[in-house]
């Protein structure tokens, strides 16, 4: 499996994290005017005799529709204009299906409609949800969405969206079937085929002709384009977006995205299939045959979370099909329910990638330790409590790590002492201050580093989380105190102004995990901001102040979910360090085995040695210079 690219969110909650981690080393147009039928009507017979010789050939969608009304009016003129434009299409403008009529595809988690008109979905409800306004969540509805089908027939080129489908409902056992058939005659048409099965978000699709191969141009792929202007559902526009965004998956089992960016496109080969992500709600088609040269586009349509407040994002994507003897036949899925991970999964098809668990080790993590964890407590917990039995479940399982860490402060806080003492004696001359100052922690057995190790084995857990809460749709309207939503954020209070970076409502539990975060770095820190900073190492007064700002600012759009985790985290760790301090750690004892230390020489491995010796050179330099 491909590691995903790390995007710009997760840059910045790796460096929010980092910073934390830090002071732990040292973190519509204009509605037409209505005319006259008569008028109307001659006009159209106007531009139909004109039509005629037009040497236009890609028909549009207001050509097809004076086409067919005309057809359909068995006006000779007409027809000829209709056959003139569509050729061997004309007939299915002839037809009693070419008008504007749905046909429905319903089952207990899913309700769909699809057009005459382009034989695609109009409208796509997800029955058991609802946005967080308590509205009907609609995938589709009101041209939002659009699949075309772009062909060459008779040197026309001619395109799905603007064509009448004649459709046929049946049943194939508790399956809906429906056949949306574009006619060039009884016997001979292009076909989507739509099965939906009871109790699944996931239905059937096909598309294939039967008996065009002499009427279409197949020297070329046909193209397939699915668009979707996704609709707003949460009540975080920024967050939303943040989430919101093009994945596909290629070359069996590698996936990638465009990410957010206002504006980005890309191709790919070997493509299998390609999900319009909306956070939690998500729209996939799947493909039975691998497609190559693939085209990919986003646009971000949130440009003032103020007024821009309908749609999120633009996805486009162009899939050319490939004529096999001289037909089209493919076999496609389309998936249209929740980003939850559980469900994905188990279709076994890939499509878990969907959810954003994180690259590399953060991802697994998350699917082999929190997911899993999560759904038990969770299966007998509410969800606010299972979030707090998680998270000092994990802080316990950190613990010896945060032992390590502590322990290592401590031996730093019994040298500091003979610290100062080196630093008044050498504070003419850095380079022996350095050496002597090194000297005494390898006699000691002690470094200003030491808790550098056990703070990076918990940087995976913790980056692992910063994905899982974002992701979990389980937490999805679920209500824990003050929070009414634990996948979104906490306002306590509506501000009547938009603060930049920071919003229009002021978040309780990032306030309260800023400030367990402030206390837990006093009590970690105060000893190294009395000791002189060392070059190199971090300002640790600068990143006290700073992190929990930045948490403040950064998770008050969160969800509060992950703020409630980070502050519970926060409160645990606290009393775990107090513990340890209290009836662990014996800083008398810890002196005392460092001064034993110090009486045994200690052996230098190659590199120290060859660090002392190159030090030493330097030195000499230095004073051979002043000479």
């Known amino acids: 499996m491909e590691e995903k690219k790390f995007d710009l969110n997760s840059l910045v909650g790796f460096i929010l994290i980092g910073g934390i981690l830090v002071w732990m080393l040292y973190q519509n147009a204009p509605t037409q005017e209505e005319i006259d039928a008569e008028n109307a009507k001659q006009e159209q017979l106007d531009a139909s005799k004109e039509e005629v010789n037009d040497a236009e050939d890609t028909i549009t969608l207001e050509d097809a529709t004076k086409s067919v009304t005309i057809a359909n ?12 434009k569509l050729g061997a299409f004309a007939y299915s403008a002839s037809l009693p299906s070419a008008k504007e009529a749905y046909t429905t595809l319903e089952n207990d988690l899913v309700s769909l409609k699809i057009s005459n008109q382009g034989g695609y979905i109009s409208e796509a409800n997800l029955t058991t949800f609802v946005t967080f306004d308590s509205l009907p969540v609609y995938l589709i509805k009101d041209r939002n969405a659009l699949l075309d089908l772009e062909f060459v027939s008779e040197n026309r080129t001619l395109n799905s969206k603007n064509l009448f489908f004649e459709p046929t409902l049946s049943q194939n056992g508790e ?19 739509y099965e939906l099965k009871p109790g699944d978000y996931m239905m059937d699709f096909s598309i294939r002709t039967n008996g065009l191969a002499n009427v279409l141009d197949t020297s070329n792929p046909a193209k397939l384009t699915w668009e979707l202007k996704g609709y707003r559902h949460a009540k975080s526009i920024s967050y939303e977006n ?53 085209l990919f586009y986003s646009e971000n ?32 899925d389309w998936y249209y329910g929740p980003t939850d991970f559980k469900i994905l999964n188990d279709y076994d098809r890939n499509l878990d990638e969907v959810v954003p668990l994180g690259w590399g080790i953060f991802g697994w993590i998350n699917r082999f330790l929190f997911i899993p964890l999560f759904a038990f407590l969770s299966s007998f917990l509410p969800f606010g409590i299972a979030i707090i039995v998680m998270t000092i479940l994990v802080r316990l399982a950190l613990s010896p790590v945060t032992y390590k860490s502590y322990l290592s402060q401590a031996k730093m806080k019994v040298l500091k002492p003979e610290i100062t003492e080196i630093n008044e004696k050498h504070k003419d001359n850095s380079m022996k201050k350095q050496q002597e100052t090194m000297a005494l922690y390898r006699k000691a057995g002690a470094s200003p580093m030491a808790g550098c190790v056990p703070a990076l084995l918990q940087l995976p857990v913790f980056y692992a989380l910063f994905q899982f809460f974002p992701s979990a749709f389980q937490l999805r309207q679920k209500g824990f105190l003050w929070a009414e939503d634990l996948s979104s954020y906490d306002a306590v209070i509506d501000l009547p102004f938009n603060i930049p ?44 102040y700073i992190s929990p700002l930045f948490m403040l600012v950064f998770f008050n759009n969160y969800a509060s979910g992950l703020s409630l985790y980070y502050f519970v985290s926060n409160l645990i760790t606290i009393g775990i360090m107090l513990v340890i301090k209290k009836y662990i750690i014996d800083e008398d004892k810890i002196h005392a085995k460092i001064e034993q230390k110090k009486k045994n020489p200690k052996k230098q491995n190659r590199f120290q040695k060859r660090m002392g010796e190159m030090m030493e050179q330097a030195e000499a330099q230095k004073n051979a210079k002043k000479k």
Not at 309 to 325: A, H, M
């Open 73 to 84: 009016s068995q006006d000779s003129t007409a027809v000829a204009a209709a056959q003139s």
């Open 175 to 193: 399956n809906q079937v429906l056949s949306m058939k574009l006619k060039i005659s009884s016997t001979a048409y292009l076909e989507y085929r």
């Open 242 to 294: 943040r989430y919101t965004e093009l994945i596909w998956e290629y070359e069996d089992g590698k996936d990638d995205y465009l990410g957010q960016q206002s504006e980005t496109d890309d191709t790919s080969n070997d493509v299998s299939y390609v999900a319009f992500k909306q956070h939690f709600f998500t729209s996939i088609l799947l493909l039975d045959k691998k497609i190559d040269n693939a």
């Open 301 to 332: 349509l949130v440009e003032d979370e103020e007024i821009d407040t309908v749609y999120i994002k633009k996805f486009k994507t162009v899939l050319p099909l490939v004529y096999e003897g001289g037909e089209l036949d493919y076999n496609m």
């Open 501 to 544: 970076l920071y919003g229009d409502h002021i978040s309780l539990f990032p306030i309260l995990a800023s400030v367990a975060i402030f206390i837990y770095m006093m009590m970690t820190t105060g000893q190294s901001m009395q000791m002189q900073q060392q070059p190199g190492m971090p300002n640790m007064k600068i990143i006290m």
